[in-house]
Every structure is written in structure tokens, then in C-alpha cells.
T-cell receptor, first 114, second 112 residues
Framework: AQSVSQHNHHVILSEAASLELGCNYSYGGTVNLFWYVQYPGQHLQLLLKYFSGDPLVKGIKGFEAEFIKSKFSFNLRKPSVQWSDTAEYFCAVGLSGSARQLTFGSGTQLTVLP | ETGVTQSPTHLIKTRGQQVTLRCSSQSGHNTVSWYQQALGQGPQFIFQYYREEENGRGNFPPRFSGLQFPNYSSELNVNALELDDSALYLC???????????FGDGTRLSIL
């Protein structure tokens, strides 16, 4: 069965610091990769996605992620975080076959100090 | 465009009872997936419905069941509630099962 690991449970940064959140998955087949964000009191929102092509994908709000196939990784990055980036971040993997459910990591709570 | 809406927002039940949660998919979306998010964890896939048929199921017992209606809205039913069923239940919709999925705000279910 596929699984997703997010290495950091809670990350605390000051504004303007750089961010990198780790995500590794285990699955041997073709997958689609996602990062979702959950702001306090809001629903899960899609930050970015990777289906194929350029392994460096750009999402909303200045976020980007790099797919490294050999490492089964899809790390999320942002050069300079803002207080408004405080949220929980989830990495998710979706199979590209017919049953396209998402498998989520356990999430990383990001707190940005003003 | 209308997003995914779920009702009710919060619900309190006791062990052994039954519950029905509802979801209206985003306009134009014909596929609905349900997830359970326990406190401090990521969402876990329960099942998916496409054109009123179950189209995939996660590792949940049969007391978790669902329905999808011709207008693509959906219900999640849970029988014989247990304390461990306390969680946030999320509904997500998409077109033809394609990704990405779009999520609703969820229903917070508490079992006493």
C-alpha cells in the first residue's frame, strides 16, 4: 500500500525566513503529487500539483515544489515566508489509475512569527 | 462557481447511534470522495462515488456506507458509532474522478 511521510510535525519560522517542508512517498507506480494547505478555520486548498513534465512546479502564493523521482520526494519550498502562511500543510499522493483516491501525509503545522 | 458544501457543520452523537452526513459537490463535478481526518492526522480515504456507484474504498468497515444521487450530491452513513469515529469528515469533488479534488469545510463529528 502506498504511504506518505512528512518529516516535520511542527515548524516555527520568523517572517522572511526560507521554508522547506519534506515529503516522501512509497509507491512504485505512476503517481500524481499534491500539496494542500489548511488555514485556520478554512477548508483544504490546493497549493500546487505535479502530474508530469517539468519536475519543478510553481503554485499559488509563491510556493514551489520539486519532484525527485529517484528519491520518491516532493518537497515544498518558499523563499520568504509571511505571517499569513501560518497553516497546516499536507502532502498527498494520488494514483493515476482508475481509483484515484488521495493518500495524505500526517501534515506539518507551520507557524510564522511576525 | 459554487464550492463543495457539507452539512451539518458540527454533530454530537453517542456510541451505538447512526449518523448521516451530507455533501453537495462543486458545480459540474460528478465524482465525490469522502475522507476521515482524526485529530493531528492527515485525511484518510473512506470511499469514492462516481455516477452513483462506489468507485473505490479505503480500509473502513462496512458500517461506513454511502450514496450518490443523480444531482451528484452524496451522503455518508455511519452505523453503530464508536468513540474512535470522532473526527472531521471531509467531502471532496472532482470531474470524472480526475485530480485534483476540491474539498468542503467538513463536518466535525463527536461521539460521547
Amino acid at each position: 500500500a502506498q504511504s506518505v511521510s512528512q518529516h516535520n510535525h511542527h515548524v516555527i519560522l520568523s517572517e522572511a525566513a526560507s521554508l522547506e517542508l519534506g515529503c516522501n512517498y512509497s509507491y512504485g507506480g505512476t503517481v500524481n503529487l499534491f500539496w494542500y494547505v489548511q488555514y485556520p478555520g478554512q477548508h483544504l486548498q490546493l497549493l500546487l500539483k505535479y502530474f508530469s513534465g517539468d519536475p519543478l512546479v510553481k503554485g499559488i502564493k509563491g510556493f514551489e515544489a520539486e519532484f525527485i523521482k529517484s528519491k520518491f520526494s516532493f518537497n515544498l519550498r518558499k523563499p520568504s515566508v509571511q505571517w499569513s502562511d501560518t497553516a497546516e500543510y499536507f502532502c498527498a499522493v494520488g494514483l493515476s489509475g482508475s481509483a484515484r483516491q488521495l493518500t495524505f501525509g500526517s501534515g506539518t503545522q507551520l507557524t510564522v512569527l511576525p | 462557481e459554487t464550492g463543495v458544501t457539507q452539512s451539518p457543520t458540527h454533530l454530537i452523537k453517542t456510541r451505538g447511534q447512526q449518523v448521516t452526513l451530507r455533501c453537495s459537490s462543486q458545480s459540474g463535478h460528478n465524482t465525490v470522495s469522502w475522507y476521515q481526518q482524526a485529530l493531528g492526522q492527515g485525511p484518510q480515504f473512506i470511499f469514492q462515488y462516481y455516477r452513483e456507484e462506489e468507485n473505490g474504498r479505503g480500509n473502513f468497515p462496512p458500517r461506513f456506507s454511502g450514496l450518490q444521487f443523480p444531482n451528484y450530491s452524496s451522503e455518508l452513513n455511519v452505523n453503530a458509532l464508536e468513540l474512535d469515529d470522532s473526527a472531521l469528515y471531509l467531502c471532496a469533488s472532482s470531474i470524472d474522478g480526475d485530480q485534483p479534488q476540491h474539498f468542503g469545510d467538513g463536518t466535525r463529528l463527536s461521539i460521547l
